[in-house]
DNA sequence: TTGGCCATCCAAACCGCTTTGGATTTGGCT
DNA sequence: AGCCAAATCCAAAGCGGTTTGGATGGCCAA
């Protein structure tokens, strides 16, 4: 070859200094030497790191379930699409902020993502000192504008689907939520009584829970729920795991889900958990949180790309979709 | 100060070739101003990447689900503890060999982690001609010896989970296992079958499905199978997610889990899928993926530390648990 | 006092790349 | 032929650490 180290790398950097034939020459040359840039050497070179960090904290909750899990694939496949790495770190609760204060100051991520932001978030102040450039995996209430992030219409989603409930006749509704202090769960939370409330009704404390989204929570209180006196006819519940759960529980009271008693769960579009064909097993709102992850990705390199840019946010609209789950309320006997 | 950057790297670094009160000092004024070194300057000198890698491909299957971020955040909780960072690629399956190569020739990882080993697995093959350290989360058959891996005695779970059920008088019994080019389910399988052969029963196809592990896969597979002639008295299923398909199967048909129709199933002992209580709801074969991937992470750490070391494996049995979900074989109406 | 031996600390080389600032060659035009 | 701009290529200076091979100074035995 005889090529100076400067030729080989504007050559595989595809700069414009160098004639096609030796980048071609150069190219093939590595290619049959199995030869790439070491990353580190590049990374230390350029003053990127070339990785985005995902800071998860290691308590057994909300966040490590398979949500997160197909987040992490939507946006994996950006990142690798882009020439960037996926950085992930499982740490005690207790020092998550340390893990924020190493990626800056270790250098070890060019940005980060926020994720499951809680009614009282304050990871955003400190990776704004930290100048660590993040998109948020839903929203931090009060920062809406100064932050970017993306987020389906929590609210809307489920005030459109107690107004469907509604719609069949139901008025005991029960809703099984996800943990209220996180964000999410709060405003489906205030869509669900939003929607009461527009017909004039209120919700019923007797008839709400929020916890952990696992199978047994939807088991359990449906059936203490169903087994009260002035029992629920419809349930709205906040994930697909939690609904079988329900829907087992309906059927150890020995009632028909879809029949005698209704249920709307939000989905996450979860492969494992295919919720689909012509008629869907559970009426649901549906948004594919794979692909927030993939536009959380987007958003969070063109931010990388340009600093000078605006907060950019994306905010999706679940669809409502109706399976077999959901049927008119059945007449009161009395 | 004014020390130098010697002296400084060296005290951060606990070599001995530096007073304590030196190593006080910078380390009080490290903590002061906020500095941490460099990461990937660090990485290219000291020539290791201090990362592990994790090959994820973005196909739809047994992988890309739950199971897989459990095993990921124990190996995460491992991997941070040590100071190592854990990097995912998620990758279209036609460039998986393309991953692994980057990650050698770039030095973006010292070792990765091999997930879901198949039938006719070659990555291991692959990995050594890149004399890249790597750990099998599973075995790959024929290369038992040769390689390390962390891996629960499928095989005999089975095999005991099926004896269990025999022992409750049921003899026919169904399997809902996972995909079979998959080393794990074949285990699986060869367990089910030595049990039955162990009573000089045989296999019956009609009673044998393999799939991706969903939860309406269960269900549906149930269903047709209760509905057909000769219908199985139980289940056994290769995951928990499936099994309460099974059993929402079993409940459409009219029967009751436990008593009409016994399940066992593997349980890998997921967070947001609890079966535990007094009386777990299922009667399971368990085996906690995330020490899995703890244990798996210690191994591979191990190995890159003394590279010299024979391969070291981990074979677990799995617990055979009592639930709710089996009984003794309804009498048969004749 | 003097030499020797630790205990400390430091200057400089090196890790493998990118990037800057020139140097050299080529080719078109007058 | 002579000149200039464009096209190529290269030497060397970082990037921010770690590591090597001494220097320096203090203390003790001779």
């Known amino acids: 070859m005889n090529l100076s180290q400067t030729t080989v790398s504007r050559a595989l950097n595809g700069y414009p200094e160098v004639s096609a034939e030796t980048r071609r020459r150069v190219a093939e040359m590595a290619d049959q030497l199995g ?10 070179a350029t003053g990127r790191s070339m990785a985005i960090g995902h800071v998860i904290p290691r308590s057994i909750h909300e966040m490590m379930n398979p949500i997160f899990l197909e987040f992490i ?3 994996g496949e950006t990142y690798s699409r882009h020439g960037y790495d996926m950085m992930l770190s499982v740490v005690d609760d207790a020092h998550e902020e340390d893990a924020y204060r190493q990626i800056a100051s270790r250098k070890k991520a060019d940005g980060v993502i926020i994720h499951g932001p809680a009614n009282d978030e304050r990871r955003h102040l400190l990776l704004k000192k930290l100048n660590l450039p993040f998109v948020v995996h839903g929203r931090i209430p009060g920062a ?24 069949l006749g139901h008025t005991r509704i029960a809703l099984l939520n996800g943990l209220e202090h996180m964000d999410f769960a709060h405003r489906r939370r205030r869509g669900f009584e939003d ?19 696992t199978e047994p929570y939807g088991c359990e209180n449906a059936v203490a729920m169903l087994k009260g006196d002035n029992p629920p006819t419809a349930f709205l519940v906040s994930s697909m795991i939690s609904a079988i759960g329900v829907a087992r529980g309906i059927g150890q009271c020995g009632l028909k889900t879809g029949k005698d008693v209704s249920i709307i769960t939000h989905d996450d579009a979860l492969s494992f958990l295919p919720n689909c064909g012509e008629v869907p097993i559970f009426t649901c709102t549906r948004s594919s949180v794979r692909y927030a992850g993939q536009k959380a ?19 999706m609209d679940a669809e409502l979709i109706i399976g077999q789950s959901t049927g008119p309320a059945p007449v009161r006997e009395s």
């Open 35 to 44: 030869y790439a840039p070491n990353s580190q050497a590049r990374r230390l």
């Open 73 to 75: 694939a939507g946006a």
């Open 144 to 167: 809406e504008a100064e932050t970017s992030w993306i987020d389906m219409n929590n609210r809307r989603a489920f005030e459109r689907a107690t107004n469907l409930l509604l719609d």
């Open 195 to 213: 929607a009461l409330a527009g017909r004039g009704l209120s919700a019923d404390p007797a008839l709400m829970r929020s916890a952990d989204m």
């Open 297 to 315: 990705a987007e958003l969070l390199l063109a931010m990388i790309a340009d600093p000078t840019a605006k907060p950019a946010s994306l905010h």
